[in-house]
């Protein structure tokens, strides 16, 4: 009798484990999804922002226009945990985007990308971060 109700305990235990673990990494920032559509202010305008994130690949269209201001550039990178840097090619210039996805939206700083959007504007979140609109 004894043993049939250690190994019972031992059976409840690992159950219990496997889905406290369960329910640890499922609520993880490897189960949360960025994909969506984002809104927010840049330099010189408004940025409307749209993502969609395959397993750890983010995939970007960013638009930003405003008085004097317009560009757009789609770009893919790796995510690393919270944050994903993009590198766009054409012709002979190089764009960086580095996109940092907090809990209040996404913040981007780009590096290079003049030649993407007009002088008058820029791709990085300005006076805080793109907010979610759209899942």
Do not use: W
Request: glycine share 10%.
């Amino acid at each position: 009798m004894y043993l049939s109700i250690e190994k019972n305990s031992r059976l409840f235990t690992s159950i219990t484990l496997v889905l406290l673990c369960f329910f640890v990494f499922s609520n993880s920032t490897f189960a949360q999804s960025f994909s969506g559509s984002y809104s927010g202010p840049v330099d010189g305008g408004k940025g409307e922002l749209i993502i969609e994130q395959i397993g750890n690949i983010i995939n970007l269209k960013l638009t930003v226009g405003g008085a004097g201001c317009a560009g757009e550039i789609k770009s893919s990178g790796k995510l690393q945990g919270n944050k994903a840097v993009l590198v766009k090619k054409e012709d002979d210039q190089e764009c960086i985007l580095t996109i940092n996805f907090k809990n209040d939206g996404v913040k981007i700083e780009e590096e290079s990308c003049s030649n993407f959007h007009s002088f008058s504007c820029s791709f990085s979140s300005y006076k805080g971060v793109f907010k979610r609109v759209k899942k």
